[in-house]
């Protein structure tokens, strides 16, 4: 079965550092990788997903991901982290051959933004 | 605008009363699907389906029934409501092939 490791459940940075979540997980098969944030009190909106094309992902909000097959990471980075990214994390993968198209996720990383 | 409509909400439920979490989709997914969101454990899938009168359990289905009559609807029943069925539940629909996922904005639900 599919996991998701999120390491730090909880990340502080200050505003105007480097953002970055980890996202691990387990597949001999490539999937497809997705992050999303949730925003206190709201649903999941979706950052970007990975479908197999270029390694490098960009998202909404100056938010990226690399995938890397070597180290099966999927990592997401903003250059410079502002107020207002402060936000619940989510890293999910879905199984390349997945007759329900089902999500895994991770336990979720609180990002929080220090002035 | 076109989405995933959750109602209610809210919702407090006493040990043992039953219930019925709405979903429906305006956007003609295949797919859809229940998750619960608990602290620290992410979201986790409840029930799916892939088809108009086509189900199947996830991860956690004790405790909940579903059915889909029409492709744009997808409740999710509580049998006998428990407080470990305390949580936030999210609905999604999606097209296959990874395409998308749209959430609806949850119901938080709590059972005493």
């Known amino acids: 079965a599919q996991s998701v490791t999120q390491l730090g459940s909880h990340v502080s940075v200050s505003e105007g550092a480097l953002v970055l979540l980890r996202c691990n997980y387990s597949s001999s098969v490539p999937p497809y990788l997705f992050w999303y944030v949730q925003y206190p009190n709201q649903g999941l909106q979706l950052l970007l997903k990975?479908?197999?094309?270029?390694?490098l992902v960009k998202g909404i909000n100056g938010f990226e991901a690399e995938f890397k097959k070597s180290e099966t990471s999927f990592h997401l980075t903003k250059p410079s982290a502002h107020m207002s990214d402060a936000a619940e994390y989510f890293c999910?993968?879905?199984?390349?051959?997945?007759?329900?198209?089902?999500?895994?996720f991770g336990g979720g990383t609180r990002l929080m933004v220090k002035p | 605008n076109a989405g995933v409509t959750q109602t209610p909400k809210f919702q407090v439920l006493k040990t043992g009363q039953s219930m019925t979490l709405q979903c429906a989709q305006d956007m003609n997914h295949e797919y859809m699907s229940w998750y619960r969101q608990d602290p620290g454990m992410g979201l986790r899938l409840i029930h799916y389906?892939?088809?108009?009168?086509?189900?199947d359990q996830g991860e956690v289905p004790n405790g909940y029934n579903v059915s889909r009559s029409t492709t744009e609807d997808f409740p999710l029943r509580l049998l006998s409501a428990a407080p470990s069925q305390t949580s936030v539940y999210f609905c999604a629909s999606s097209y296959s092939g990874g395409r998308g996922y749209t959430f609806g904005s949850g119901t938080r639900l709590t059972v005493v």
């Open positions: 999910a993968v879905r199984p390349y051959n997945n007759a329900g198209n089902m999500l895994t």
């Open positions: 389906s892939v088809g108009a009168g086509i189900t």
């Open positions: 990975y479908t197999s094309a270029a390694t």
